[in-house]
């Protein structure tokens, strides 16, 4: 026979015994919840840093006073160069008989009655530099995703050493290459141009001599050459960090090289790309000996033709060294100088102003 059940009572003096035994049948055949000793806290180590992350130790703190100690003295360094500069053209400019950004006279001998204008160096300066730019940046994209998608691994570094060793090449030796060796090459093509699609003002003849080559077409296709392995190793270095997973996940998908490229790897770069580009027109901005030697200077006015000679801000001031031993003269150089400085301080917020763009 078997026994009857006995009923358990509660206890009164646990308060979660009580609970349960009220709460209904579950109540009361659960068992008390065991209680496990609490362990003693790990002591605070107070030399340590803090959860702000603020640094404590010796070491971060002679790091981080090095880090900003650097970032004040380039910028303050660049503001004392700017202030030079602005110091030096007062002179020359308050000199000056005509209106300094809208003139393309420049007549500095007479130094109580100066005339200088930087509106043709400027307008020469922009369009050699773009003109430079737009061959070089679609050229610079193809060999770097050729690089970095195509190209044979027993190729990829030989390749990439022979165009960064392009960089290396001092722009004397470029301008000596651009006006006797490169200008006769391309002349036949800048005749055919000039004669055949001289309605197209950027072609049209202007006041250089096209056959002579010492021309906007000549110096800008020079340039070109000369920036390319600045954009190429930059766009290359980025384009190398797209994700692996995204490449992958694009082939899973069934697409081609090329669409995974079109796809992953160019909109990954872009902002790497243009910011490479940026720091190309920034290097053609400034470019001085080889375009001193190949473009001809000349005394009619910039027509916005690539067959104008004429001189860019850089290669202007290098001509007018002879000068520079009279303060004043050598002032209107200094002025043309400081818009060169500002020009290249509005191409670089351009620039990241266009990088933050595309990010967000």
Do not use: C
């Not at 209106?99 to 050699?128: C, H, P, Q, Y």
């Not at 002879?322 to 301080?345: D, R």
């Amino acid at each position: 026979m078997s026994e009857a059940p006995t009923q358990s009572k509660p206890s009164s003096s646990s308060p979660a015994g009580g609970r349960a035994g009220g709460g209904g049948p579950l109540g009361a055949d659960s068992p008390e919840p065991s209680v496990s000793p609490e362990l003693p806290e790990a002591p605070i180590n107070s030399s340590a840093s803090s959860i702000t992350g603020k640094a404590t130790r010796p070491g971060d703190r002679i790091f981080s006073s090095l880090a900003s100690g650097s970032a004040i003295f380039v910028t303050v360094l660049i503001g004392a160069i700017g202030v030079f500069l602005i110091w030096r053209a007062i002179p020359a400019l308050s000199r000056n008989e005509v209106n300094f950004l809208t003139s393309n006279v420049w007549k500095t001998e007479n130094i109580n009655a100066m005339l200088f204008g930087v509106r043709d160096l400027f307008l020469v300066t922009m369009l050699v530099s773009f003109f430079a730019l737009l061959l070089a940046m679609p050229i610079a994209l193809g060999i770097a995703i050729f690089l970095t998608e195509y190209s044979p691994k027993q190729l990829k570094k030989p390749l990439a050493y022979v165009i960064d060793l392009l960089a290396a090449v001092p722009s004397i030796v470029y301008g000596l290459w651009g006006l006797l060796v490169f200008a006769p090459v391309i002349r036949p093509v800048a005749v055919w141009l000039n004669d055949h699609l001289s309605w197209i003002f950027l072609v049209k003849t202007g006041s250089g001599s096209v056959a002579g080559g010492g021309t906007i077409f000549t110096a800008g296709i020079v340039l070109a050459v000369m920036i390319l392995p600045v954009i190429t190793a930059v766009t290359r270095e980025v384009f190398t960090q797209t994700p692996t997973a995204h490449i992958e996940a694009a082939l899973a998908l069934g697409a081609t090289r090329w669409e995974v490229v079109k796809t992953t790897v160019i909109p990954f770069g872009k902002s790497g790309y243009i910011s490479g580009s940026m720091l190309g027109l920034g290097r053609a901005l400034g470019e001085t000996m080889a375009l001193y030697l190949i473009l001809r200077t000349t005394a009619q006015s910039f027509s916005g033709s690539l067959f104008d000679g004429g001189a860019t801000i850089a290669s202007k001031i290098a001509l007018g060294y002879a000068e520079f031993n009279n303060s004043t003269q050598a002032g209107a150089y200094i002025a043309v100088g400081l818009v060169l400085f500002v020009l290249t301080f509005v191409v670089n917020a351009t620039a990241r102003a266009a990088v933050a763009g595309k990010k967000h």
